[in-house]
């Protein structure tokens, strides 16, 4: 099956500094990529829907200038947590629309826990 | 709007049981419907995929069906073991949209 992978799978930062996770498609091209974050014992939120060589599209209440979306190509999108607060610390899961099947699927990464201490 | 909402919140159960998970959704304007097992601290496992035009999926000892008419899916764990013991996420696509909405999930305790 398809496979996302998320680099780094956690990172440990000081306030105020600026994170990069990065999300890839390994073996099919992505138009689409999801970015989530979830908060400990509660559900998946959806942040932004990235499309490659475009601007992100984020949520109502996601603030855009301070996280960063970049899919530059079709198997590679970022998330760049800007200025980075205690409060941003959460699980990080991106996602992957496979077009090419029938079924539509999307393929999610492993996720990446970001701890601002 | 889709809401998206799993029924129980959290479910403990001796080992051996069969059990029913279910999650039901406001809009019946889906692509897919797709349940997901996570366990703590992990990201997510894909268990079953139901396309809209499907009314049930089957793995192993797991069974997903899909009434899309009334907005209602469940989950069927057979001869429950230990190991399923996790949280399970139930999530409808939505092709006007485009993106994913997910339930706040079930949270299962298989007790040995």
């Known amino acids: 099956g398809a496979v996302v992978s998320q680099h780094p799978s956690w990172v440990i930062c000081k306030s105020g500094t600026s994170v990069k996770i990065e999300c890839r498609s390994l073996?099919?091209?992505?138009?689409?990529m999801f970015w989530y974050r979830q908060f400990p014992k509660q559900s998946l939120m959806l942040m932004a829907t990235?499309?490659?060589?475009?601007?992100?599209?984020?949520e109502q209440g996601v603030e855009k200038d301070k996280f960063l979306i970049n899919h530059a190509s079709l198997t590679l999108s970022t998330l760049t947590v800007t200025s980075a607060h205690p409060e941003d610390s959460s699980f990080y899961i991106c996602?992957?629309?496979?077009?090419?099947?029938?079924?539509?699927?999307?393929?999610f990464g492993p996720g990446t826990r970001l701890t601002v201490t | 709007k889709q809401e998206v909402t799993q029924i129980p919140a959290a479910l403990s159960v001796p080992e051996g049981e069969n059990l029913v998970l279910n999650c039901s959704f406001t809009d019946s304007a889906i692509y897919n419907l797709q349940w997901f097992r996570q366990d703590p601290g992990k990201g997510l496992t894909s268990l079953l995929l139901i396309q809209s035009s499907q009314r049930e999926q089957t793995s192993g000892r797991l069974n997903a069906s899909l009434d899309k008419s009334s907005g209602r899916s469940t989950l069927y764990i057979a001869a429950s073991q230990p190991g399923d013991s996790a949280t399970y996420l139930c999530?409808?696509?939505?092709?006007?949209?485009?993106?994913?909405?997910f339930g706040k999930g079930t949270r299962l305790h298989i007790l040995p």
């Open positions: 990235s499309n490659e060589g475009s601007k992100a599209t984020y």
């Open positions: 996602s992957a629309r496979d077009r090419g099947t029938s079924a539509n699927e999307q393929y």
């Open positions: 999530a409808v696509d939505l092709p006007r949209d485009d993106k994913i909405i």
């Open positions: 073996d099919f091209q992505a138009t689409t």
